[in-house]
């Protein structure tokens, strides 16, 4: 098994650019999350989706779309780059069933200038 | 916020020492977990302990719960140079199995 699969692993954008970083699972995971990781704040979510056609807001929604589509793909969109969005972003994901912890991709860093 | 907090916020120690770290949160709680973060890499789930329970171990990590203090410690037993890394604590306190984080504590173990 792969896990959570990130890409692009860097990408640097200029302000206003749109860009899709792409997330996916193959371990059949119903819940999927979008976190964005900067110095001394910790991991913030994003968006969240717990199946496929259904996504709902995190903490920090603002700029970014998602959609799912299918149970393994959890696209994150950036609509407009700012250089806020700087930032090194995860994708993570779990199954409904049981209780365990999220499998986590290895992040895409993400620059904006 | 649902933030949790850890505490100390960076903490350094010898190989073969202990190292305890805290965490502390705000809400009720279904459950709190633990991962590690390695310089550059994704997190890794290292344990999760449910709300109706009070200590759990993993091989060399013990975590306690008193959610009257609505407070968490991992204690990492017998260090060694690999345990470099940074240790989050999370909460999910929804019934989606959102998780909030907290800022985490760099440990350094020095061989």
């Known amino acids: 098994n792969a896990g959570v699969t990130q890409t692009p692993k860097f990408q640097v954008l200029k302000t206003g650019q749109s860009m899709t970083l792409q997330c996916a699972q193959d371990?059949?995971?119903?819940?999927m999350s979008w976190y964005r990781q900067d110095p001394g704040m910790g991991l913030r979510l994003i968006h969240y989706?717990?199946?496929?056609?259904?996504?709902d807001q995190g903490e920090v929604p603002n700029g970014y779309n998602v959609s799912r589509s299918t149970t393994e793909d959890f696209p994150l969109r950036l609509l407009s780059a700012a250089p806020s969005q700087t930032s090194v972003y995860f994708c993570?994901?779990?199954?409904?069933?049981?209780?365990?912890?999220?499998?986590f991709g290895s992040g895409t860093r993400l620059t904006v200038v | 916020s649902q933030q949790g907090e850890e505490d100390p916020q960076a903490l350094s120690i010898q190989e073969g020492e202990n190292a305890t770290m805290n965490c502390s949160y705000k809400?009720?709680?279904?459950?709190l977990q633990w991962y590690r973060q390695n310089s550059g890499r994704g997190l890794v789930h290292l344990i999760l302990?449910?709300?109706?329970?009070r200590e759990k171990h993993s091989g060399r990590l013990r975590v306690t719960l008193d959610t009257s203090k609505k407070s968490s410690s991992l204690l990492i037993t017998a260090s060694r140079a690999a345990d470099t890394a940074s240790y989050f604590c999370?909460?999910?306190?929804?019934?989606?199995?959102?998780?909030?984080f907290g800022k985490g504590t760099l440990l350094t173990v020095n061989p």
């Open positions: 993570a994901s779990r199954g409904r069933q049981g209780l365990g912890g999220y499998t």
């Open positions: 371990m059949n995971h119903e819940y």
């Open positions: 989706s717990v199946g496929a056609g259904i996504t």
């Open positions: 809400t009720s709680i279904n459950n």
């Open positions: 302990i449910r709300s109706n329970e």
């Open positions: 999370a909460t999910d306190w929804s019934s989606n199995y959102k998780l909030t």
